[in-house]
């Protein structure tokens, strides 16, 4: 583990969770905070970092808190919280509501997933903070507090994403990560100490981390059903 110091950065709107390529760089931003929530996508320009293209999403899923790229989509997080607003004095959309979506390159939705209760309760009653994908094709997910990362894979069948593992991060508390998928021999995984300003790599143990046997699905027929 590496760790490099950041100094504070306070915008008038929350930016996270970059995603890069040579030219572009695409950020999520959101009203944090505010009700109703919020969200969109801003591009900039990585050499210049001049702002060049924005995609609203207005009043959607939630609050848009990460952005990433796999497999010919691009997929993000839509945050809810049960963390009360001062304005209206209910929940900022529910934890349980938070989801993952996938979309095409106009950003459409394709499809989207939920996040295991188990790993939502230890989110509570903050959200879903960060998410990347990793170089063994599985999805890494962070909540805003605890130091671990959440390993993930789409289900065969169902809405419901599945939970392959939980890798502790030390000296980390949630929030934004990223994995860092330039030199597939070396990849490096990324994430931040937010009260310290540290930014800190892990390598991580991705070859030992094994998919847990599923059950199959099956067909019962008369007699074969259970009260």
């Not at 049960?82 to 979309?103: A, R």
């Not at 070859?207 to 199959?216: E, H, L, Q, W």
Request: glycine fraction near 8%.
């Amino acid at each position: 583990m590496t760790m490099l110091r950041i100094d504070p950065f306070a915008p008038a709107r929350r930016c996270t969770a970059p995603s890069t390529s040579s030219l572009r760089r695409w950020i999520t931003s959101r009203n944090l905070s505010d009700w109703p929530m919020e969200s969109s996508i801003e591009v900039f320009d990585t050499k210049t970092m001049r702002h060049i293209d924005s995609y609203s999403f207005g009043i959607y899923r939630g609050s848009l808190t990460w952005l990433d790229r796999h497999d010919g989509a691009w997929w993000a997080g839509f945050a809810n919280y049960d963390d009360v607003s001062d304005e209206t004095g209910e929940p900022y959309g529910q934890t349980y509501n938070t989801q993952i979506v996938k979309l095409n390159d106009k950003f459409e939705p394709l499809a989207s997933y939920t996040i295991p209760k188990q790993i939502l309760d230890r989110f509570k009653p903050m959200s879903n903070s960060g998410g990347s994908w990793g170089p063994d094709g599985r999805l890494w997910l962070t909540g805003h507090d605890l130091g671990e990362a959440y390993v993930m894979e789409l289900p065969t069948a169902g809405s419901e994403l599945r939970w392959i593992a939980t890798v502790n991060l030390p000296n980390v508390q949630g929030q934004g990560i990223a994995w860092d998928r330039s030199d597939p021999r070396h990849p490096t995984f990324w994430a931040i100490s937010r009260p310290n300003r540290l930014v800190h790599t892990f390598s991580m143990p991705v070859s030992s981390i094994k998919t847990p046997t599923a059950k199959g699905w099956s067909v019962l027929g008369p007699g074969q059903f259970r009260k």
